[in-house]
């Protein structure tokens, strides 16, 4: 969920971080950090969340005549 009201503190989607590549950010306050770094300067920016791709449908238990009127 993008908007819960509890997030888990993260530097990867605070509003102070950048992220540089994979596994780190560069932070304004605290220069370049791992991406899973928490500090007290930490909030939330729910633009840079990037939710979880859903899973794509199993079609293989259906039949044609599943599908057919």
Not at 55 to 66: M, S, W
């Amino acid at each position: 969920m993008l908007f819960r009201k509890k997030i888990e503190r993260s530097c990867a989607y605070c509003q102070y971080g950048t992220a540089l590549e994979e596994g780190l950010t560069l932070c304004t306050k605290r220069g370049v950090v791992p991406s899973d770094r928490k500090c007290r300067k930490f909030s939330y920016d729910p633009i840079k969340r990037i939710p979880v791709k859903p899973k794509a449908p199993d079609f293989a238990k259906y039949t044609n005549e599943d599908f057919s009127l």
